[in-house]
């Protein structure tokens, strides 16, 4: 019989290394499919920050660096001004990227820069405990929140594509869901569209993935996809938030 489901060769051979019920491994799985449709495997650098996305240290099987935390857009800038023929991408989650990364992120998307930016949000701390994120939702637990986000208190969760988007530079923006079959494959359309712009050098993509934390959370794996879908995807709305034509691109 014919093997339909394998493992991508841009994927190491080996167990997963994130919680189980995680949704960081169809985003992992989703990024090595990629790389391996565009056959991009030999020349892909892989910048991970500090986080629950380190992880990804033990599964693609690309040239690798670990940035600072939060520095993963400066470290993938410099890669790929030193080498623009490399693809480079990073790969972070909320309290990376919009906690202390917020200045990164911002200033590379506002350069332009022609990397693709993949952005895991579970909405807490995964890695180090639980601590409350950029992007927790209005009275949703954590250690350093225990009886919920106040809105007076800590604010009100960041919402970065609509963020993003309010600059010029980027070409592509977008918040995708990992819950259901369905919005999985629209996440991987909007990879490819992130990864193409690159390869086409047309400049600076982001691509929002919305995720779980089943340990942080507190809640089987089933149940926090019932929750993602009473509470956070109605908090971070998915869609494309910006898409520039090409008569629009500045590079």
């Not at 394998?6 to 994130?18: D, E």
């Not at 579970?122 to 939702?137: D, E, F, K, V």
């Not at 509470?231 to 998915?238: E, H, I, Q, S, V």
Request: charge should be neutral; hydrophobic fraction near 35%; include cysteine.
């Amino acid at each position: 019989m014919e093997k339909i489901y394998t493992r991508p060769k841009s994927m190491n051979p080996r167990a997963t290394g994130y919680c189980p019920g995680c949704l960081h491994g169809v985003a992992t799985r989703l990024i090595c499919e990629l790389m391996d449709e565009f056959d991009i495997q030999e020349n892909t650098t892989s910048v991970l920050p500090i986080g629950c996305s380190s992880m990804g240290v033990f599964h693609f099987d690309t040239d690798i660096v670990i940035s600072l935390h939060g520095r993963a857009p400066a470290v993938a800038t410099g890669i790929k001004r030193c080498s623009p023929d490399r693809f480079v991408y990073t790969y972070q989650g909320d309290g990376d990227l919009a906690a202390i990364g917020l200045s990164e992120i911002i200033h590379a998307a506002n350069r332009g820069e022609n990397i693709t930016a993949v952005f895991v949000n579970n909405s807490i701390y995964g890695m180090t405990g639980g601590q409350m994120a950029p992007t927790t939702l209005v009275g949703q637990k954590a250690t350093t929140a225990q009886d919920g986000r106040k809105p007076e208190r800590e604010g009100y969760p960041m919402k970065m594509c609509e963020i993003l988007s309010q600059l010029e530079a980027p070409v592509f923006i977008a918040r995708c869901g990992l819950d259901t079959p369905a919005h999985i494959n629209e996440a991987k359309k909007a990879l490819r569209k992130g990864f193409q712009n690159q390869l086409d050098k047309k400049g600076f993509s982001f691509i929002e993935l919305m995720s779980n934390c089943p340990t942080n959370w507190g809640m089987s794996a089933e149940k926090t996809i019932q929750w993602m879908q009473e509470n956070t995807l109605k908090t971070f709305p998915l869609g494309v938030f910006k898409e520039k034509s090409s008569g629009d691109m500045s590079r």
